[in-house]
Structures are given as structure tokens and as C-alpha cells.
């Protein structure tokens, strides 16, 4: 063998030994973004779901799941695939505020018992914020904040004020 082939093969080894070190580099500069993207969206104030315009989801924040809007693989709400079909259709962003019904199979018995101190007495009513936009590649961000506490809020303060109304009326 002379010893232009051997400068070759070293050549062509070195060439292979150099792609393989560039395309490593890459996978782990993609997984570690994708990995720092991940931890971003966790903590994100809402929560985040990540679907096509069939309501087919690719993704769910762990902040989603309390509120049970997907089943498997889909979004199981009428009213948010409702936003969705709008969105979809003249790729604009959406917000709108939602009310969905508790299962009340998950929360305890009436009474109060297995509540924290503290803690509140759900109501059977969900308020929800969503807001819808298109984030390219047929993909949609459901951004998903939970009203619930506030409309109850305002709901006390309304009560609270009727009351002193009336009794100020009254003597």
C-alpha cells in the first residue's frame, strides 16, 4: 500500500470522525433547547396544551391535567374545540372564558370532611380562561387560566353588598 492511500483513509476517517462529532453536538444542543423549553412551559402561570386545528393533541403542560380537558390523545371539551375551529379558521388568536361543570366525584362529600384548613368548598362550576392561537406547522397553544376562585370572589362580594343594601333599607 503507498502512502498516498494511507493519507487518504486518514483523510476520509478523519472527514467521517469530524460529521459524527458535528451531528452529536447538534442532537445534544436540540435536546438540551428542547429539554430548557420543556422546564420553561412548567412554569408558566397557565397551563398549556398544544394541538392541531382536529383537536388532536401533541402535547400538556402537567398544569392541564386537573382540569380534565383531555382524554387520551384528544381535547374532550365542546367549548374549547369550539375556540379552536375559530382560531383554525381565520388563523387569529381567541380568548375566551369558559364554564365547565365539576365532577363532583372528585372532590369530597359536602359535610367539609377531607378539606384542609383553610381550604375552600368547590363549587360545581369551572371558570376558565382559554386563549387560542395558531404557533405555526398546523399547531395550536391553548393557554388555559383557571378563573374559578376570582368569580367566586366576585360572587361574595356581590352577596356581601346586596345584604348590607338591604339591611341599610330596612329597619
Known amino acids: ?3 498516498w492511500q494511507i493519507v487518504v483513509i486518514v483523510v476520509l476517517a ?3 470522525l469530524v460529521w459524527v462529532a458535528v451531528i452529536a453536538y447538534n442532537k445534544g444542543r436540540v435536546s438540551g433547547r428542547l429539554a ?8 408558566l402561570p397557565e397551563a398549556l396544551i398544544v394541538t392541531d ?3 388532536l393533541v401533541q402535547y400538556s403542560s402537567p398544569g392541564s391535567v386537573p382540569f380534565g380537558l383531555v382524554s387520551g390523545d384528544r381535547l374532550n371539551s ?5 375556540i379552536l375551529t375559530q382560531a383554525a379558521a381565520d388563523g387569529g388568536m381567541r380568548e375566551r372564558e369558559v364554564q365547565l361543570p ?3 366525584n372528585s372532590y369530597p362529600s359536602s359535610n367539609g370532611r377531607g378539606l384542609e384548613a383553610g381550604q375552600s368548598r368547590p363549587s360545581n362550576t369551572l371558570y376558565l380562561r382559554v386563549r387560542i392561537g395558531d404557533i405555526g406547522d398546523d399547531l395550536y397553544a ?3 387560566n383557571d378563573m374559578s376562585e376570582q368569580r ?9 353588598v346586596t345584604n348590607v343594601s338591604h339591611e341599610l333599607k330596612t329597619p
Open 1 to 3: 500500500m503507498d502512502i
Open 14 to 16: 478523519a472527514l467521517i
Open 36 to 43: 430548557t423549553e420543556r422546564r420553561l412551559i412548567e412554569v
Open 53 to 55: 386545528r382536529n383537536g
Open 78 to 82: 365542546r367549548e374549547v374545540e369550539d
Open 102 to 104: 365539576v365532577n363532583r
Open 142 to 144: 391553548i393557554f388555559i
Open 152 to 160: 367566586r370572589f366576585e360572587a361574595v362580594r356581590r352577596d356581601f
